[in-house]
Nanobody, 121 residues
């Protein structure tokens, strides 16, 4: 069983940066693929970024070059660095974990409760 807790969201102005964190409990964190998703009001949850256990990264086209996913296996934590934020980045951001293989769909085994990111223009 893995529990995920996100933090770092907030209300910011367009153009600034935020870093989201996701702390994981449980063993073998390094063997999990970790993903970030977001869900805006009235929209489906969408893939943002993922990192495989071997360090390979994957990004949605909409955030390539703007967001960076990273992980610290010693701290059981995955991060999402978000730069040059835009109003369209406003959403609830979720962290997710999946044993072994990484996917860019919502087929993850464990989910956090989400953290709100609101970007004002």
């Amino acid at each position: 069983q893995v529990q995920l807790v996100e933090s770092g969201g907030g209300l910011v102005q367009a153009g600034v940066s935020l870093r989201l964190s996701c702390a994981a409990s449980g063993r073998s964190f390094s063997s999990y693929a970790m993903g970030w998703f977001r869900q805006a009001p009235g929209k489906e949850r969408e893939f943002v970024a993922a990192m495989a256990s071997n360090g390979l990264t994957y990004y949605a086209d909409s955030v390539k070059g703007q967001f960076t996913i990273s992980r610290d296996n010693g701290k059981n934590t995955v991060y999402l660095q978000m730069n040059s934020l835009k109003p369209e980045d406003t959403a609830v951001y979720y962290c997710a974990a999946r044993k072994f293989t990484v996917v860019i769909t919502t087929q993850y085994d464990y989910w956090g409760q989400g953290t709100q990111v609101t970007v004002s223009s």
